[in-house]
T-cell receptor, first 116, second 119 residues
């Protein structure tokens, strides 16, 4: 089946530094990638939608200059948290869409970011 | 407005018993898809079951079935013969737009139900 590899699974960084999270579709071409953020015991909140080769569409309230999304190829999308602060600590998870009907949502395994 | 509502923050069920997790949704789109995911403590999202808005029959996948009541806009998940390994968070989600259109439509998630299966 379709697999999305997300790395790193856990990362601890210092305030003010940037962190890059990668999501790779291993055996299919991801035409669209969705990035979600999840606080402990809360729902998944959509941050942005990215299509290969075009700029990401951010949800209201999400700072596009802080959360940089790049979808340069059909198999790789990245989320960079710039100038991270402790409030950016969260669980980030990507979901790739291959465009197939009905199903076609494949999730990465998530990245737990802790900013100290 | 909340598009997916899960009213049960937490549920308990005894091993081998059946349990129903509630989900109601709100959409004016005639074409949509409903999904259930399981999220264990590791954080991965495990797809359980899918129901399309035009599907005539309720979806079933092994021990999982989806009680789809379109007029009431509900899509409850039924887990039969609960197992200890079923303890996890369960999320109901919706895609608005019909089959073939999911490439541009993100899933909208409910707040989730934490299920604990006891021996």
């Amino acid at each position: 089946g379709a697999v999305v590899s997300q790395h790193p699974s856990r990362v601890i960084c210092k305030s003010g530094t940037s962190v890059k999270i990668e999501c790779r579709s291993l055996d299919f071409q991801a035409t669209t990638m969705f990035w979600y953020r999840q606080f402990p015991k809360k729902s998944l909140m959509l941050m942005a939608t990215s299509n290969e080769g075009s700029k990401a569409t951010y949800e209201q309230g999400v700072e596009k200059d802080k959360f940089l999304i790049n979808h340069a190829s059909l198999t790789l999308s990245t989320l960079t948290v710039t100038s991270a602060h402790p409030e950016d600590s969260s669980f980030y998870i990507c979901s790739a869409s291959s465009g197939s009907p009905d199903y076609g949502y494949t999730f990465g395994s998530g990245t737990r970011l802790t900013v100290v | 407005a909340q598009k997916i509502t899960q009213t049960q923050p937490g549920m308990f069920v005894q091993e081998k018993e059946a349990v129903t997790l509630d989900c109601t949704y709100d959409t004016s789109d005639p074409s949509y898809g409903l999904f259930w995911y399981k999220q264990p403590s590791s954080g991965e999202m495990i797809f359980l079951i899918y129901q399309g808005s035009y599907d005539q029959q309720n979806a079933t996948e092994g021990r999982y079935s989806l009680n789809f009541q379109k007029a009431r806009k509900s899509a409850n998940l039924v887990i039969s013969a609960s197992q200890l390994g079923d303890s996890a968070m369960y999320f109901c989600a919706m895609r608005e737009g019909g089959p073939g259109s999911n490439s541009g439509y993100a899933l909208n998630f409910g707040k989730g139900t934490s299920l604990l299966v006891t021996p």
